[in-house]
């Protein structure tokens, strides 16, 4: 079935530094992949999608590319902020290969340090 | 207006009590779910409907009880609960479920209930 591992947390980086959290995943058809945000105590939120390969999704200065080749869609952020603290969850959803149901990584804690 | 709301934000409730979560969303989107999260975890999906109809139920026990009023209202009836039922219940919507659709899935704050 599909599965999506994502690089186990927590991050923890000091204000301005890089970021990237890792992401593969394994699906039987072509994919859709998104990264979601959760600020603590909050719901999800899309931060960002791609729907075929080679495809950059952004947003808020957080960029992934979906990879075929290496079946992979890590998240960067170039320079990061207090404020980006928060969980992050990789998912991919697989409608052609005839699962509807969406798949969520593990999830990866961000904490960005002052 | 890419909003999900869900009432009540927060929900304390004994064993023998009866509540209800309610989802709302003005979208126009056919597709809606409740989701399950734990500390520290992902979503677990508990149930899909489409349409107004049930699509998906993962196997959930019967003291939760979905209810889809109209395109746009999505309830949760609770009864009888377990303290391990304690958790963060999400609702979310997409455009469409099944062939075809489009996938991304738009989620609500969340319930944040515990259970005595």
């Known amino acids: 079935g599909d599965s999506v591992t994502q690089m186990e947390g927590p991050v923890t980086l000091s204000e301005e530094a890089f970021l990237t959290i890792n992401c593969t995943y394994t699906a039987t058809g072509y994919p859709s992949l998104f990264w979601y945000v959760q600020y603590p105590g909050e719901g999800l939120q899309l931060l960002l999608k791609?729907?075929?390969?080679?495809d950059k999704g952004s947003n808020k200065g957080f960029e992934a590319t979906y990879r075929k080749e290496t079946t992979s869609f890590h998240l960067e952020k170039g320079s990061v902020q207090v404020s980006d603290s928060a969980v992050y969850f990789c998912?991919?959803?697989?409608?052609?290969?005839?699962?509807?149901?969406?798949?969520f990584g593990r999830g990866t804690s961000l904490i960005v340090h002052p | 207006d890419t909003e999900v709301t869900q009432t009540p934000k927060h929900l304390v409730m004994g064993m023998t009590n009866k509540k209800s979560l309610k989802c709302e969303q003005h979208?126009?989107?056919?597709?809606m779910y409740w989701y399950k999260q734990k500390a520290k975890k992902p979503p677990e999906l508990m149930f899909v409907y489409s349409y107004e109809k049930l699509s998906i139920n993962e196997s959930v026990p019967s003291r939760f009880s979905p209810e889809c009023p109209n395109s746009s209202l999505l309830n949760l009836h609770l009864h009888a609960l377990q303290p391990e039922d304690s958790a963060l219940y999400l609702c979310?919507?997409?455009?469409?479920w099944g062939q075809g659709a489009t996938d991304t899935q738009y989620f609500g704050p969340g319930t944040r209930l515990t259970v005595l």
């Open positions: 979208m126009g989107h056919r597709a």
């Open positions: 791609a729907t075929k390969a080679d």
């Open positions: 998912a991919l959803s697989d409608p052609s290969g005839g699962s509807y149901i969406p798949t």
């Open positions: 979310a919507s997409s455009q469409e």
